[in-house]
């Protein structure tokens, strides 16, 4: 019972991860790509949690535990850091887009191409 | 040991609390952590390896921290250059300076507003560096990974201007999603391995599917925070748009990080995983920024994109280390001619950027087209950037030259031609992209000096120095390969137990 539980969070951990890093790469609003990297996060916590109840027994491993609300510390101060950055541009720019974030990435997906007099790219 | 974290973290908080004094406690913070990368030295020129257990626990519980002759290397890279970076800026963010690219000037409080963030920034990175290179698990690592982006991300968001501060948030996104993936790395190899402790992991030689993909995750997410080409695209506009001190520290201190944790992780953990076609893999992909890197730095219109994408350049020398290294002969020799090539580099770098940071101080702009002849205004600036630029192109007797002397060496001891070939290239275009500034600077000197504002006597000082120790490095290059050899006993028979099997 709890080997198939543990897979199964081993499982959906993974599809978290992806989700996030997916939209990471498709969204251009500055909000939806701090969540994906929330997202992301989350799939990396849930990931080191299943690790933990994997040891037999009924005492789950501690370290991936310290490890995750270490994580968490770490994921928090990003969020803030990232929301005041992206609140300033916003502030500077009146634009709440990463301009030519992802043109090296995911150029397909791309939504919006026009910010290219500020790619430091080529020519410029 | 703790001394080096703990020092430059307490002025930070100090100087978060304390702002007026910023200035005096960097400069406490100096003289400590120089005299304890002294004592350092000394303990482990006589004893070795260093282990510091912090709170007197052991390594599967508690936190080790570590200091070999790698590391030791790596610490006083940092405390050289941010000891420069620091007499610089005391000037630099001191007087109102011209900051962003054609900006109007700002009124004297958001400058005074600057000094007084800068500096407990600054410290937090020497804080993240120090424990950076101190750390011996991989989590730890992680931790300081994500402190030192932080720190330099808000470096960057320092400048203020739209330019700087979406290249931050652009910086943030990319850094962040890196540690992530380096974080889902390490819960794969302590889920394999059941520790994240680097020695214990190098004791047990596991391998297995499960591994493989942990140290593809890890080292996806550090080649993204070390820019290696073809993760670089974040690099030039978030250093060529940050104030020049910053710049500096970026280029020369920061990405090297990542940098060194990809060293420990396949070196010093998994050596036995370090398969040719991985080394060959990391040689591509060098070899790929090497050329890419200086093509674009050669069709930059902007001085500070320029030196920007001369780091992508350079950066790609560092991975050519893993194919020289990991084969029969002249593995040593690699070893200790890219990390020469790490430490000219740093020096030739943050002489570049503080120079540069000069030219657009009294000029007002970078554009290239519009320096002629700012050797006669800059004269120290000028010669700054010519003598980092010989480094760069590796000319002797400069550091430069001594550490791509010696990966020439490996390459042709070992028969791959192919990675000489490109060490040439880079270094010819480099001379190309290097030359190309210094023509705007020595021609039309007979024209009128533009001089828009007075320059501080330090910031054309520290360029010089820095440069000329770069230089100077090449003469040092015996004694740098002698420490590296006798302090990183684990690192040097991962070479040398490939060398003779």
């Known amino acids: 019972m709890t080997e198939i539980d543990h897979r199964v969070y081993l499982a959906a951990s993974a599809i978290v991860f992806v989700i996030g890093f997916y939209s990471l790469l498709v969204q251009a609003h500055v909000l939806r790509r701090i969540m994906a990297l929330n997202v992301m996060g989350s799939g990396v916590f849930l990931f080191l949690i299943a690790l933990g109840s994997q040891t037999p027994g009924p ?10 609300l270490t994580g968490i510390v770490v994921s928090v101060c990003a969020t803030g850091l990232a929301l005041a950055l992206a609140d300033r541009v916003q502030d500077t720019t009146d634009r709440c887009e990463i301009s030519e974030a992802n043109r090296h990435t995911a150029s397909s997906d791309r939504k919006s191409g026009i910010e290219a007099e500020h790619s430091e790219g080529s020519a410029s | 040991m703790a001394l080096l974290i703990l020092a430059p973290l307490t002025t930070a908080a100090l100087a978060v609390v304390i702002p007026r004094r910023g200035r005096g406690l960097a400069f406490v913070t100096a003289v400590v952590v120089g005299a304890a990368v002294t004592g350092l030295f000394r303990e482990l020129r006589d004893h070795g390896v260093r282990i510091h257990q912090v709170g007197g626990w052991g390594a599967p519980l508690g936190i080790d921290l570590r200091v070999d002759g790698l590391a030791l ?134 391998s297995g599917p499960a591994l493989w993909v942990a140290l593809g995750l890890m080292t996806g997410g550090l080649i993204t925070k070390a820019a290696l080409f073809p993760m670089h695209f974040w690099l030039p506009p978030a250093h060529a748009n940050a104030p020049a001190p910053v710049s500096a520290l970026l280029s020369a201190l920061v990405v090297k990080g990542p940098f060194y944790i990809l060293l420990r992780l396949w070196f010093e953990a998994f050596p036995t995983l370090l398969t040719p076609a991985v080394t060959q893999g990391f040689g591509v992909l060098g070899a790929g920024a090497i050329l890419w890197g200086s093509i674009q730095a050669l069709r930059q219109q902007r001085l500070k994109l320029l030196v920007a994408y001369s780091t992508v350049a350079q950066l790609g020398y560092l991975f050519l ?138 910031m054309e000082w520290t360029p010089l120095g820095l440069a000329l120790l770069a230089v100077l490095l090449g003469f040092a290059s015996d004694g740098a390969a002698r420490l590296l050899e006798v302090g990183a006993p684990a690192l040097a028979q991962a070479a040398k137990g490939r060398m003779e099997p």
């Not at chain 2, 400048?159 to 992530?180: H, I, K, N």
């Not at chain 2, 020799?333 to 950027?353: Q, V």
């Not at chain 2, 190309?432 to 000096?449: C, K, M, N, P, S």
Request: net charge neutral; aromatic share 10%; proline share 5%.
């Open chain 2, 73 to 206: 290397l790596m610490l006083c890279v940092t405390a050289g250059i941010g000891i420069a970076v620091a007499l610089y800026a005391t000037r630099y963010f001191a007087s109102n300076l011209n900051l962003g690219q054609n900006r109007p000037q700002e009124p004297k409080d958001e400058a005074t507003h600057r000094d007084y963030y800068f500096w407990p920034i600054f410290l937090f990175l020497w804080t993240a560096l120090n424990a950076l290179f101190l750390s011996a698990d991989i989590f730890n690592l992680y931790v300081t990974l994500e402190l030192l982006g932080f720190a330099a991300v808000t470096l960057v968001a320092l400048a203020g201007g739209p330019a700087a501060l979406s290249a931050a948030l652009r910086y943030l996104t990319v850094s962040l999603s890196a540690s992530l993936f380096y974080l889902l790395g390490v819960g794969l190899v302590f889920g394999q391995c059941g520790t994240v402790d680097l020695p214990s992991l190098a004791a047990q030689r596991e």
């Open chain 1, 59 to 68: 005492v789950p491993d501690p370290v991936p535990r310290a490890m995750v």
């Open chain 2, 321 to 458: 280390l893993l194919p020289l290294c990991s084969n029969s002969g002249g593995g040593g020799m690699a070893w200790s001619g890219a990390l020469m090539l790490l430490g000219a580099h740093a020096c030739a770098k943050a002489a570049m950027f503080l120079a540069a940071g000069n030219i657009l101080h009294v000029t007002g702009h970078d554009r290239i087209q519009g320096l002629d002849g700012f050797a006669r205004s800059l004269p120290m600036s000028a010669f700054a950037f010519g003598l980092a630029g010989l480094s760069l192109v590796g000319l002797p007797p400069s550091g430069g030259f001594a550490g791509k002397w010696l990966l020439l060496n490996a390459a042709l001891t070992q028969g791959q031609w192919w990675w000489v070939a490109i060490l040439l290239i880079g270094g010819l275009l480099a001379a190309a992209y290097v030359a190309r500034v210094l023509t705007h600077a020595f021609t039309h000197l007979d024209g009128e000096a533009t001089v828009r504002h007075a320059l501080p006597r330090i």
